[in-house]
């Protein structure tokens, strides 16, 4: 992003919770923004909150690679260009662990958590690569622990590795890589409210703060977890 130039970040999962702060945060420092996720309506809303001469919605399945195609397509004939990927879109399982679990919902997981990240990737790094971009990926701190029978974490295991792979993939092409790790986040990701979890705008900060560092310095890693209660 240049000062004569704004950026343009695409984000995925943008209609709401971490997407939705992100893209906030970023508009309030002069990026453009193309935001995609399902829910159209949500993302209306956004541009319309955003301002539509800075941001666009894009409506997309992240498990499907047409779809994804077709976003950054519509990015590009937006903007013209692609500077930074936040690959944020992902979705939870059922309870049962593998024991009790229902497998259609790991089909689901895997295929938005995992294919999801890795198609969004696919149909954007040719222009991150020309732009000596930044990509971002939202892991988890499920993807450094092991949780008991837990299908969510073993997707977030993959998408670390997406990170750390990709990483090297990139090497020497001037293109930063992120994983974005936050511990449990109040989102509508949760049926109910979790009062002690991080809110969206505390990760969307972290997404900030790696984005606005200089061109020589990579942030890897940001896990962010939610200061434990007063006891």
Excluded at 16 to 41: C, F, Q
Excluded at 65 to 71: G, V
Excluded at 179 to 197: N, Q, R, S, W, Y
Aim: charged share 20%; proline share 6%.
């Amino acid at each position: 992003m240049t000062e004569t130039e704004p950026g343009v970040l695409l984000i995925t999962g943008a209609s709401s919770g971490i997407g939705a702060e992100t893209a906030r945060a970023a508009a309030a420092r002069g990026w453009r923004l193309a935001l995609a996720a399902r829910s159209l309506d949500k993302l209306n809303d956004l541009v319309a909150e955003l301002g539509p001469d800075r941001a666009c919605a894009i409506a997309c399945d992240v498990s499907d690679w047409d779809d994804q195609q077709r976003m950054a397509a519509a990015a590009l004939e937006r903007f013209g260009r692609i500077d930074a990927v936040f690959a944020n879109a992902g979705t939870g399982g059922e309870p049962g662990g593998f024991s009790g679990a229902p497998p259609e919902s790991w089909r689901r997981m895997v295929d938005v958590n995992i294919l999801g990240v890795a198609y969004t990737l696919r149909a954007t790094l040719e222009h991150v690569k020309a732009a000596r971009g930044h990509v971002l990926i939202t892991s988890s701190i499920a993807g450094r622990r092991v949780l008991a029978g837990s299908m969510y974490a073993a997707t977030k295991w993959a998408v670390s590795a997406i990170g750390y792979g990709l990483r090297e993939e990139l090497r020497g092409t001037g293109v930063r890589v992120t994983l974005i790790e936050p511990g449990m986040v109040d989102t509508p990701f949760f049926d109910a409210a979790k009062p002690d979890a991080l809110r969206p705008g505390d990760v969307a900060r972290s997404v900030i703060y790696a984005l606005e560092q200089p061109p020589g310095v990579d942030v890897h890693e940001l896990v962010i977890l939610p200061t434990p209660p007063l006891t």
